[in-house]
């Protein structure tokens, strides 16, 4: 595929960097980012998130009856990597998962109620797949989804729930056949998050940042919030999965990371000298920019793909392993090199 950018696209990302410079806030951005500094966690975030909606930037995929402009998905991977660079709120899985989900998979009601309020920007979500016993192996889940009348009585608990403090929608995996194999009896729900069934209990990382865990007791669910047919929901997870993965993983931060990192190298000393002259120095810096621009060509072959129309599932697994190994080889190379400069 072509990636040199069309003057329409130039023009696209010109605009939304200006765009980022009149919304300057630091309550909203964050030039250093962390791993969650793009969640829309707060009333200015959600404010930055509604503008974006102004500009008609949310949902630019979606079909017009929807309340999309039909626009190639490049806009949307383009605007997530300038938003990312600044570490600025991102449209995420609500444009993405729930939105992209609801509109090949979804009901009238499903798409009469969301697809709006994500476009205009005015509903946040929670995503419920990893339980105690089932991380890595989403498929393994057990939260107890039971027939009750016209809808489901849900009963378990979840793990990981990132956005679970602020979100207003939990979208939520359950398994509605015990004894259908595994991938095959999960089934997948929109659940309000004040609901009174749900309880959230905080679990802050190493980072000091907060995921939840949620319990979810006696809580009933309508049969209009059934997502797609019933017992298809890992097939829904995983391609959602594979489409959000280039989405919701943009390098733009990481690649200001390793340019934070160079112009650091280029100006510091060791015992009077220049770092950037030692090999040792000069072979990390080389890693890691080489590394980058491999990690830049497997995202453009899951954008390549999703562009296509095919779900890049091979593709966006490989990418998402390999980024996130390479965030971390990035800080291990900075700690030694940082260590190499003494105090």
Not at 229 to 257: H, Q, S, V
Request: net charge negative; with cysteine; proline share 5%.
């Amino acid at each position: 595929m072509e990636f040199e950018l069309s003057d329409e696209l130039k023009g696209f990302v010109a605009e939304v960097d200006q765009f980022i410079c009149d919304n300057w806030d630091p309550e909203v951005i964050d030039p250093m980012p962390e791993q969650l500094s793009q969640v829309v966690d707060t009333p200015p975030k959600r404010a930055f998130m509604r503008k974006l909606a102004e500009k008609g930037w949310l949902g630019m995929s979606w079909p017009k009856e929807y309340g999309g402009k039909e626009l190639s998905g490049m806009y949307e991977f383009l605007l997530t990597e300038r938003l990312a660079r600044v570490g600025a709120p991102q449209p995420g899985k609500g444009v993405g998962t729930i939105g992209k989900t609801i509109i090949r998979h979804g009901n009238a009601k499903l798409k009469e109620y969301f697809l709006p309020r994500i476009a205009r920007g005015e509903v946040e979500f929670a995503i419920g797949y990893s339980e105690p016993q089932a991380g890595s192996d989403a498929a393994a889940m057990n939260l107890k989804a039971t027939r009750d009348g016209n809808g489901w009585r849900l009963n378990g608990r979840k793990i990981w729930t990132t956005s679970g403090h602020f979100a207003d929608w939990y979208w939520v995996g359950a398994r509605t056949d015990p004894d259908a194999p595994k991938h095959k009896g999960i089934s997948l729900f929109l659940v309000e998050m004040r609901h009174p069934g749900i309880t959230l209990q905080a679990t802050w990382t190493i980072g000091d940042e907060r995921t939840n865990e949620v319990f979810i007791d006696d809580v009933w669910v309508g049969d209009d919030f059934v997502v797609g047919e019933l017992n298809r929901g890992w097939t829904y997870i995983c391609e959602a999965l594979d489409l959000e993965r280039f989405g919701m993983m943009p390098i733009g931060a990481m690649e200001m990371k390793v340019d934070t990192l160079c112009k650091w190298v280029m100006k510091a000393e060791r015992d009077g000298e220049p770092l950037r002259n030692q090999p040792q120095v000069r072979h990390a810096i080389a890693q890691v920019v080489t590394q980058l621009e491999v990690a830049r060509m497997m995202q453009r072959r899951v954008v390549s793909e999703a562009l296509k129309g095919r779900v890049p599932t091979v593709e966006s697994s490989m990418y998402k392993v390999y980024v996130n190994e390479l965030d971390q080889r990035i800080a291990n190379h900075a700690m030694e090199l940082m260590a190499l400069r003494g105090s």
